[in-house]
Nanobody, 132 residues
Framework: QVQLDESGGGLVQAGGSLRLSCAASGRTFSNYRMGWFRQAPGKEREFVAG????????YYADSVKGRFTISSDNARKTVYLQMSSLEPEDTGVYYCARADRTVIISSTADIACNVHHIFDSWGQGTQVTVSS
């Protein structure tokens, strides 16, 4: 199993930018689909962005589309989430996760209902706080 470690969180003013990193250790994740999730205080965990194993396809929640960019560097075993135009509503703990290679993901909407079936490995999370 792979270990995922998020970093890059912090306190940012609204409108600012932040870049999160998710470093994998152990087994390489070059052949795995990866995703970013976040959980705001008192709310459920939600999908933010995903990327195919090759990095050729990316997917975003409507709430972050146009503001966030997910990317990966398989050689460095790292997935990134570049966040811009941050809003207070973006505040939360951000997690990266690895998808089971055998599970089919038909759409981003499917993730909400099957998140723990699809993603089998999670990082500890990094806090992102966006002030007004």
């Amino acid at each position: 199993q792979v270990q995922l470690d998020e970093s890059g969180g912090g306190l940012v003013q609204a409108g600012g930018s932040l870049r999160l990193s998710c470093a994998a250790s152990g087994r390489t994740f070059s052949n795995y689909r990866m995703g970013w999730f976040r959980q705001a205080p008192g709310k459920e965990r939600e999908f933010v962005a995903g990327i195919s194993s090759s990095g050729g396809n990316t997917y975003y929640a409507d709430s972050v589309k146009g503001r966030f960019t997910i990317s990966s560097d398989n050689a460095r075993k790292t997935v990134y989430l570049q966040m811009s135009s941050l809003e207070p509503e973006d505040t939360g703990v951000y997690y990266c996760a690895r998808a089971d290679r055998t599970v089919i993901i038909s759409s981003t909407a499917d993730i909400a209902c099957n998140v723990h079936h699809i993603f089998d490995s999670w990082g500890q999370g990094t806090q992102v706080t966006v002030s007004s």
